[in-house]
Nanobody, 122 residues
């Protein structure tokens, strides 16, 4: 059974940092690209970042470039999102998602975690 479990969210002041983690199980983690996707209050899903299976290719939404860093540790079956210089508009529920196709770097996704809440507020 595939499971994705996010952690690391919380309340942080503007300008602060958080590190999100997503622990994966039930599949060969290193063979699949992973993404972080967020949902702000009252809005739809927004793709944030992706990383390929070996961690050599990363992509970011423009608003996250220079502030967020996605990485993965295949020995620990975990993908991370380091978020620095956080802004109130980064507030939302952050989900990790597994790409459906082996070796693909493009959606669709087939599994999602339960999400972790990030709130950026003074």
């Amino acid at each position: 059974e595939v499971q994705l479990v996010e952690s690391g969210g919380g309340l942080v002041q503007p300008g602060g940092s958080l590190r999100l983690s997503c622990a994966a199980s039930g599949f060969t983690f290193s063979r699949y690209s992973m993404s972080w996707v967020r949902q702000a209050p009252g809005k739809g899903l927004e793709w944030v970042s992706s990383v390929n299976g070996v961690g050599s290719r990363t992509s970011y939404v423009d608003s996250a470039k220079g502030r967020f860093t996605i990485s993965r540790d295949n020995a620990k079956n975990t993908v991370y999102l380091q978020m620095n210089s956080l802004k109130p508009e980064d507030t939302g529920v952050y989900y990790c998602a597994k790409f459906h196709y082996f070796g693909s770097y493009y959606p669709p996704y087939d599994y999602w975690g339960q999400g972790t809440q990030v709130t950026v507020s003074s």
